[in-house]
């Protein structure tokens, strides 16, 4: 695998989690934790789309020389010299605070309950607006559709505190083709909850009417 | 066909497999045992490669599969991770310059159908994923690699069909300088402007604009305006078109040689009838006002606009409502003492923008809502109408009413439309419903359409579309002329030789790519519009002599993985088959949600359960397999043409040759999932395992085995696939096929070929197995038919001349020839 001992250009080294790895200029910290079985937890990072950077979740403290910064691993490249450490108190700091804003943005998804548990947030201080909505507007499914299945049938409607993904007008959209590509890569179960409002009645656009 | 060269993308067609599996962080490595899977792979594959990467999607892992491409000279590969649906594109997009194109890859879903979904140990499930990814292998061994077709685009682009929309379509052909025939009835450009309000009534503030892209179409080189009789015929595919124009006074016909065609059709406009007191003079359309003001200008007395489309069923509201809007501020700006007031059904909304509401309350041009529920009456000089508000009746006084027109596609059109190859509905507009599949699936729209008798709409979107329709055409005309046209990759080819014109296929898939033929269309072989083809392939797997090959994704690959897959099954495991919008989708969110079910199915996906040809399902049942499940869409969601329903079809009957060999009709089943709906999906998966436990494995003795092998071999028979693909009878459907008008008669007709082939085919087979001279006695024994209908079956083959008969002491013998 990656441990090949013949440094060739391109390649630069640094320390994750105190493990020496190698890695390639246009490599993200991400995918060369990843990569060397290092987890970083991620929400609104998926291997199919462009990382966008927007859940934070992914912070991780990054040393150089004697300056450290927390930085988003899934938009920061590697650089030569590096020092990464994935899992300081620093870093697990703003993970927590993030989870307690995601646990009043969308507490009723399971899946941050479950992932706040594991960091010790289990409840939070900030008001609860929304109490069965399940999105955090990670933007995940927005992405898909546009990069991934080419049509843009959802995107981000409102702003500030009003934000949700949506359909323009709150309409079904004529432009879906009922792929569900968005539903796959909900981190949570909101994307499954609201692809009806997106997709509409399928059957109505489909219908070719009688076959021959 | 001149059209298509071929270019050397690939030059071996000898498989050289890279297998990648993928740890996917937690997800997949410690539930499955990645270095079992590996060593399995290794032992009993062909697989020239079997590399185990922590992420194969991310740029590290994309990078080693990159070298170990190059090291291997891979020229497929199986990554065996998560969802094909969602990564499969990425992996095509990053490989696509290591040398691996579309078809080369396969992704097979390890983490949904086995690591998140099954209990198990890791030997296990390492041994169910190995069988998931043998039979990808193997599907990608039987991949016969077709090379790149070019596409190579002859002559210019043609705007035919005179509607308005031919000039803003010529103003961007003309502006990146594209070579243009426009082919009108008149080339006068007064005289469009003077007619323009029989089509677009009340568009008069677009004139000026449409002048102008007028005179700059007519004084452009790129343009030539022809004058031409009526369309008679277009042949061709895109990039050549033969557009044929009928003969015309002393013009002989004419016929051009064209790269691509625009049809700029308008749509029509007809008078309301006497129910709503139409006379042309005091009530009257739209088109006849326009036409007073245009001669007259505008009146001076009280005139009203009443939106009447809902009272006659057609939502085209909005539409009249913006034109009798548009006329009438016209009217209210050129006459002050003029009255005018607009009523509306109140289901509607007032087409207004915020200024044009303070505009409308400027002109003293009143909008009056009325209930939609109670149908107003016109009286003389009076309408009477119910006031929402207060549920008073209240009459409105006029000079002259206005009604909204009735719209209909044109009857022209229509007929241009028809030649164009296009399937028109009587009544309808010509708008097609395109297949619900990702744009890049999509072929382009076979002729390029604009204009209102696609749908009404105004002046303003008619140009729109214009435009939009020659942006394509110049996409396709400018990568034609740099030469990197390309037909995509997973599109139908026929094979002419085997093709004998039957037309099955156009009538099966409406997606447009099967060419059209001239005449009747008997004995031509067809051929494909690779540009066209949306690679559903429900048309492949219906063809009754197999001519038709959906290339890169094809019948045979789904054969050789089936076999591989049924081979390997236990007894008590099953297969089952869904497709990329409902099924395989349902299980790869079973699978996300982390829901637990059955290990012992096996699910294959497919693009769409069309594709999956009958024969490909009875061979499964013939090397192995005791149960099939289909999981495809819900009824009437197929994404492509009909692809649902032929597998209904297709499911029917080879449940009827199951009875003829006599195991349980049950072992074939197809279910419908919606893809948000995964528990459903683990639910139907449940109750086909609990079912076929129930039924135990076939006994596979010698007596079974011909039996399947006769099913298998039915299924390939041309006249069993031309009943089934020509009887298309959908479970809602109150016509029959052919005369017939009671649902048992259709069916008994089905049943009586199905029986006959099968037969027929067990005595041929039985006699190609053992060959030596028989009695009729011993082939009814050993077959265990009736006496009757062994009989008459080995007539028919001795009149056909494959089955010969002699005569021994007067006793007849049968070999075959």
């Not at chain 2, 499930?125 to 599907?139: F, P, T």
């Not at chain 2, 124009?245 to 002989?252: I, K, L, S, W, Y």
Request: aromatic share 6%; charged share 25%.
């Amino acid at each position: 695998m990656s441990d090949n001992k013949e440094k060739t250009d391109g390649l630069v080294s640094l320390v994750i989690d105190g493990q020496p790895v190698q890695a390639k200029e246009d490599w993200t910290v991400l995918e060369t934790a990843r990569h060397n079985h290092i987890h970083i937890p991620t929400l609104c990072y998926h291997e199919a789309v462009q990382a966008n950077g927007g859940c934070r979740l992914c912070v991780v403290e990054a040393k150089e020389g004697n300056w450290s910064k927390i930085v988003v691993s899934c938009l920061y490249p590697v650089k030569e010299g590096l020092q990464i450490s994935t899992s300081t108190a620093k870093v697990n700091n703003v993970r927590r605070w993030i989870l307690e804003m995601l646990l009043a943005e969308c507490p009723a998804s399971k899946e941050i309950r479950t992932l706040a548990e594991a960091y010790g947030v289990n409840s939070t201080r900030f008001k609860i607006d929304r109490p069965t909505e399940q999105c955090l507007l990670c933007g995940l499914c927005v992405r898909v559709c546009e990069e991934v299945v080419g049509v843009r049938a959802i995107s981000f409607g409102s702003r500030g505190v009003n934000k949700q993904v949506a359909t323009p007008y709150m309409v079904p959209n004529n432009a879906c083709v009922a792929c569900g590509s968005c539903v796959t890569v909900c981190p949570t179960g909101a994307m499954q909850a609201r692809l009806n409002m997106v997709r509409g009645n399928v059957s109505e656009r489909t219908g070719h009417g009688h076959a021959h | 066909m001149n059209a298509a060269t071929n270019s050397p993308i690939t030059t071996s067609n000898e498989a050289r497999i890279g297998v990648v599996l993928c740890e996917c962080g937690h997800k997949i490595a410690p539930k499955v045992d990645l270095e079992l899977l590996t060593q399995e792979l290794k032992e009993n594959t062909g697989a020239a490669l079997v590399e185990i990467i922590p992420f194969p999607c991310l740029s590290p892992g994309l990078d080693d599969i990159r070298r170990l491409i190059a090291a291997n000279q891979i020229n497929r590969l199986v990554v065996a991770g998560c969802e094909p649906r969602i990564m499969l594109k990425k992996f095509e997009k990053e490989l696509l310059d290591a040398g691996l194109d579309q078809g080369q890859i396969d992704v097979v879903n390890i983490r949904d159908y086995v690591a998140s979904v099954n209990d198990g140990s890791p030997a296990d499930l390492a041994g169910k994923s190995a069988k998931l990814v043998k039979s990808a292998v193997a599907g990608l061994e039987a991949l016969v690699l077709t090379p790149k077709t070019k596409v190579e685009f002859n002559g210019p682009v043609m705007i035919l069909g005179g509607g308005i929309a031919t000039f803003a379509a010529a103003q961007e052909l003309l502006r990146h300088e594209v070579d243009t025939i426009i082919a009108v009835q008149t080339e006068e450009i007064e005289d469009e402007i003077r007619m323009l309000h029989e089509r677009y009534p009340g568009e008069r503030e677009s004139h000026d604009r449409l002048m102008k892209i007028m005179q700059e179409v007519d004084e452009s080189p790129f343009i030539k305006i022809i004058s031409v009789g009526e369309l008679e015929k277009v042949l061709g595919r895109v990039g050549d078109y033969t557009v044929t124009f009928a003969a015309e006074g002393d013009h002989p016909p004419r016929i051009y040689q064209v790269g691509a065609i625009i049809a700029a059709l308008d749509g029509e406009m007809q008078n309301q009838g006497s129910d709503f007191g139409h006379d042309g003079v005091k009530v009257l359309c739209h088109t006849e006002i326009e036409e007073q003001i245009w001669l007259h200008g505008a009146p001076t007395h009280r005139i009203v606009f009443w939106i009447n489309d809902l009272e006659t069923a057609r939502p085209y509201a909005y539409l009249s409502a913006k034109t009798a809007w548009n006329i009438a501020r016209h009217i209210k700006e050129h006459c002050v003492q003029a009255q005018v007031a607009i009523l509306y059904n109140n289901k509607i909304k007032p087409p207004l923008s915020a200024a044009e509401r303070v505009k409308a309350r400027d002109l003293k041009i009143d909008w009056i809502p009325y209930d939609g529920e109670i149908r107003p009456t016109v009286q003389m000089g009076y309408v009477t109408y119910n006031d929402p508000d207060d549920q008073i009746e209240r009459e409105i006084s006029w000079d002259q009413l206005v009604l909204s027109p009735k719209r209909y596609p044109g009857l022209e059109q229509i007929k241009v439309a028809e030649i164009l190859g296009l399937h028109v509905k009587e009544g309808e507009f010509l708008k097609r419903n395109p297949q619900m599949v990702r744009p890049e699936q999509v072929g382009l729209d076979e002729k390029f359409m604009a204009g209102s008798a696609r749908q009404p709409c105004d002046l303003r979107e008619t140009l729109r579309q214009g435009h939009r329709a020659a942006q394509k055409a110049v996409e396709i005309a400018q990568l034609a002329k740099a030469g990197e046209l390309y037909a995509p990759r997973m599109v139908c080819t026929v094979d002419r030789s085997k093709c004998i014109g039957c037309g099955l296929c156009r009538e099966i898939c409406d997606c447009g790519g099967i060419e059209p033929v001239e005449g009747l269309g008997g004995n031509i072989p067809r051929s494909v519009d690779p540009m066209v083809c949306t690679g559903g392939g429900t048309c492949a797997a219906a063809c009754p002599y197999h001519a038709l090959t959906l290339q890169n994704n094809s019948t045979a690959q789904r054969e050789a993985r089936v076999v591989t897959l049924a081979r390997s099954l236990t007894e008590n495991e099953c297969m089952g088959f869904g497709c990329n919008w409902g099924g395989a989708a349902a299980a790869d969110h079973a699978g996300i949600k982390g829901l637990k079910y059955s290990d012992r199915f096996y699910l294959l996906p497919a693009g769409c359960i069309g594709q999956l040809d009958p024969a490909v399902i009875g061979r499964a049942f013939m090397e192995g397999a005791n149960g099939v499940l289909l999981i495809g869409c819900p009824p009437e969601e197929c994404h492509h043409s009909y692809g649902l329903d032929h597998t209904w079809s297709r499911v029917l009957m080879i449940k009827k040759l199951l009875s003829l060999v006599g195991i349980d009709r049950q072992r074939i089943s197809l279910a419908h999932t919606d893809l948000n709906n995964p528990g459903q999906y683990v639910k139907t998966v449940e109750s086909f395992v609990s079912l076929m436990d129930k039924l135990g494995p076939i006994s596979r003795d010698d007596d079974m085995k011909a039996r399947l092998k006769a099913v298998y071999d039915t299924l390939n028979n041309a006249r069993v696939r031309w009943v089934l693909g020509a009887s298309l009878r959908r479970p809602w459907e109150t016509a029959y096929p052919t005369d017939q008008r009671n649902a048992i008669a259709c069916d008994v007709t089905l049943s009586d070929v199905l029986t006959e082939e099968f037969v027929r085919t067990e005595i041929v087979n039985f006699m190609r197995d053992q060959r030596k001279v028989f009695e009729l006695k011993e082939i009814v024994q050993s077959l265990k038919e009736e006496k009757q209908q062994v009989l008459d079956c080995l007539k028919e083959l001795v009149g056909e001349g494959i089955i010969t008969r002699i005569f021994k002491d007067r006793t007849p013998y049968y070999t075959l020839q």
